[in-house]
């Protein structure tokens, strides 16, 4: 069993395993457990009451955070003809098509956001198999299939995210960084909170969020308080 090291000791004991927090609390508490010399990432995991077997289950959609990710993103389109020049003006940091699949054949993957037209769709499934398990695959429901790849662009440059179920019903999203304000933590969080409550599946009864935890990239977790949002 690996131990623990010194600094995350101290500010684990900061965190009491047996308290639910609320969220005011939850955001005040989290910028004290940073312990990396770098801006470490607010990570939230929701656990749904759902079966992603079914398909109607299979929670998934996309939120913009008004606080941003605090993140640079690197987006990639794939398209052709006029459609280039737009993304480009919109400020995407990779444009192409075939050449850009048969780089990704080679092991390039070097962007965070693929976006594409319709019409590329044939030829990006060539490499789903690289880009599906990866959370890159472009599709529709996440607004990463589009015509209108200049606002897609602009929209996750500025802080636009995917969220979807994992195969145990769990959501695992980015909040933000560890050196944002407790009140854009809170706002990031409301905002993905709300949107995961407007996808819930008409399917889905009783209780349909579960255990919530808000933690850094090396911080012990905080259990929240999610029933009285």
Not at 29 to 40: G, I, Q, V, W, Y
Not at 137 to 150: F, H, Q, S
Request: glycine letters at 8%; aromatic letters at 6%.
């Amino acid at each position: 069993m690996s131990k623990k090291g010194k600094k995350y000791q101290e500010v684990a004991k900061l965190v009491d395993h047996a308290k639910i927090y609320t969220l005011d609390e939850a955001v005040e508490l989290l910028p004290k457990l940073r312990t990396a010399k770098f801006d470490e990432t607010i990570e939230v995991c929701m656990k749904l009451n759902v079966d992603p077997k079914q398909a109607d289950q299979n929670v998934r959609g996309v939120v913009t955070l008004p606080a941003g990710t605090g993140k640079t993103i690197r987006v990639a389109v794939f398209t052709k003809g006029d459609k280039t020049t737009e993304a480009q003006e919109a400020g995407a940091d990779f444009v192409g098509g075939e050449e850009l699949v048969e780089k990704i054949k080679g092991g390039w993957l070097d962007f965070d956001v693929a976006i594409a037209t319709p019409d590329m769709m044939a030829t990006l499934g060539k490499v789903a198999r690289v880009l599906g398990p990866r959370g890159l695959m472009p599709n529709p429901k996440a607004g990463t299939v589009t015509l209108d790849v200049g606002k897609a662009v602009r929209e996750f440059k500025a802080g636009k995210i995917e969220f979807r179920v994992d195969k145990v019903g769990t959501v695992h999203c980015p909040l933000g960084k560890s050196s944002f304000t407790p009140a854009a933590i809170k706002e990031n969080f409301m905002s993905l909170f709300e949107a995961i409550q407007r996808a819930r599946p008409s399917s889905v009864k009783g209780t349909y969020l579960g255990k919530t935890y808000l933690a850094l990239t090396m911080s012990p977790a905080i259990r929240l308080d999610t029933s009285k949002l």
